[in-house]
């Protein structure tokens, strides 16, 4: 699987993709990492519900609190992350 955290991402992320003629846009509140990920050949065939070779069509970003970023929460707090998505025609 391929995967990376990124620290300090902005809260406002743009995907571009030519292949369908649009942008993604990703507005994040709460988080202080990114993760983007994919499952590659292995992790993708081990998915029910995943085809074989959907791996490559598809990449997964995750507004979070990874790595040195995580959150601890006692019991009795709370803590909220928030993301919205939006695809637009480019």
């Known amino acids: ?4 955290i990124y620290l300090a991402p902005p809260q406002a992320l743009v995907l571009e993709d030519p292949a369908f003629g649009r942008a993604i846009r990703i507005q994040s509140a709460g988080n202080h990492s990114a993760v983007v990920w994919n499952p590659w050949i292995e992790q993708a065939a081990a998915m029910g519900d995943f085809g ?5 069509k598809m990449l997964c970003v995750e507004t979070t609190n990874a790595g040195p970023d995580r959150v601890s929460i006692a019991p009795g707090e709370t803590s909220r992350l928030a993301v919205q998505i939006h695809a637009e025609r480019t």
């Open 1 to 4: 699987p391929l995967d990376r």
């Open 52 to 56: 074989d070779l959907e791996y490559l």
